[in-house]
Structures are given as C-alpha cells and as structure tokens.
C-alpha cells in the first residue's frame, strides 16, 4: 500500500510539472515571435538606410561631393527643405527608381507611386518617407557623423525621440527597448538603444560625455532636415 501511495503522488507532481510547462511555452511563444518579428523588421530598416547613403554617395560623385540637400533642384530652383526633397532628388536624377527604400517596416512606407518624369510629382508625399538626414554634410565629412537615421520628435541636435510611441507608425517612435537605426556618413548602419525607453529620449551618453551626434560633429551643432508627416 505505502509503495502504491508513492506511485500516486509522483504521478500527480509529474502532471503538475507538465501543465506548468505547457502554461510557460504557451506565453513564451508569442514574446518570441514578436521579438523575432521586430529583429526581422529591423534588418529590413537597416537594409533600407544603406541602400539610401548608397544613393547620396551616388548623387555625390557627380555633384563635387555634395549630397542631394545642398545642390539646387533644377526643376524647382530650390535648396531641400526637408529630407522628403532630399531623397526626391535621387528620384529626379533616376538614381533611386523604387521609392520603397524610403520606408521601413512599423514605420512610414511609400505606395512605390512616384509619377511620371521628369517631375516625378507623386514621389515621396507627405508620410511616405520614414528616414530623416543631417544637412550639408558631403560624402568627405568625417565618416563616423549621423547621416541618415529614423525621424525624431525634434530637430535639436542630438534629436531627440518618443519612447512612449514604441513600436507605433508615430512622429519620432522608437522601437520597443528604445532604440532606433542610425546610418552613419562610412555607409555603417546599425540598431542603436538610446538613452532610456520610456518617454522623451536621446542617444545615450559617451564616456567622454558626448553622444553619437556630439561625438562625431565636434560639439558644433547640425540641423535636422525633418520628414514631411500627413496632417
């Protein structure tokens, strides 16, 4: 009887330990989906950023070094006032012809729409390019500066984004944990964590104090041209 009494109660603890599991592989499954998810989107939005500096290294080559913000559009006479004239440029001179490389995965996206040349007029509309650039830079400024990186909530230089926003197609989002893509002026890019991942947040500080953006432009402070949001 006393051997029967064991066999029982180890039965039930073996029954106890397989519905614990099958509970914990039940929650765990989904957190590893999106996570896997997010990486993936990830990799997408940093293949989209380099294929972006690419474009500018490009444009620079026939421009004296210049990147597309800094030489007049012949078509419009005008200087880019934001990121969206910067790359449509790129359009204009037929060295981009898929606009979908402006986008990113849980961010703004094109509809790949860009009319007809030599306007181009459907191209790159408000909310339909994701990536923000650090203006008058040329493809001889010091490699490691922030060239092209994922729209922030302002134009301050070091920008500053939304961590609350996370994961949201939002002005300035983050992604969860806090981080962003930069593109860096070598054609580097890479996932960053910034400072924190809740609220209003910046690149995280330095051990000399300084950040990405600091860091690499010397403390002069740059401007942000900023992407054209639909109101």
């Known amino acids: 009887m006393k051997t029967k009494r064991n066999r029982a109660f180890t039965l039930i603890e073996l029954l106890v330990v397989i519905t614990i599991t099958a509970i914990l592989a039940s929650l765990a499954v989904p957190a590893f989906t999106r996570m896997a998810q997010v990486q993936e989107n990830q990799m997408k939005g940093v293949t989209n950023c380099k294929q972006i500096i690419l474009a500018l290294k490009m444009f620079a080559a026939d421009n004296r070094s210049q990147y597309s913000d800094s030489v007049q559009n012949p078509l419009t006479d005008a200087m880019a006032q934001n990121a969206n004239d910067a790359f ?7 060295i981009v012809t898929d606009e979908r490389i402006f986008g990113c995965p849980a961010g703004y996206n094109p509809d790949n729409n860009i009319g007809k040349a030599p306007g181009y007029d459907n191209a790159l509309m408000a909310g339909e390019n994701h990536w923000a650039m650090t203006a008058g830079q040329t493809d001889t400024t010091v490699g490691s500066i922030p060239l092209v990186f994922e729209n922030p909530s302002t134009n301050s230089w070091p920008p500053v984004w939304n961590a609350d926003v996370a994961g949201q197609i939002q002005p300035g989002r983050t992604w969860p944990g806090g ?17 924190g991942d809740k609220g209003k947040v910046r690149p995280k500080i330095l051990a000399d104090g300084n950040d990405l953006f600091t860091q690499a432009s010397r403390g002069i402070p740059q401007r942000v041209l900023q992407v054209v949001y639909k109101k």
Request: without cysteine; negative net charge.
């Open 179 to 195: 981080q962003i893509i930069i593109g860096r002026n070598d054609g580097s890019v890479a996932v960053e964590t910034l400072a």
């Open 88 to 94: 449509r440029y790129l359009i204009l001179e037929q």
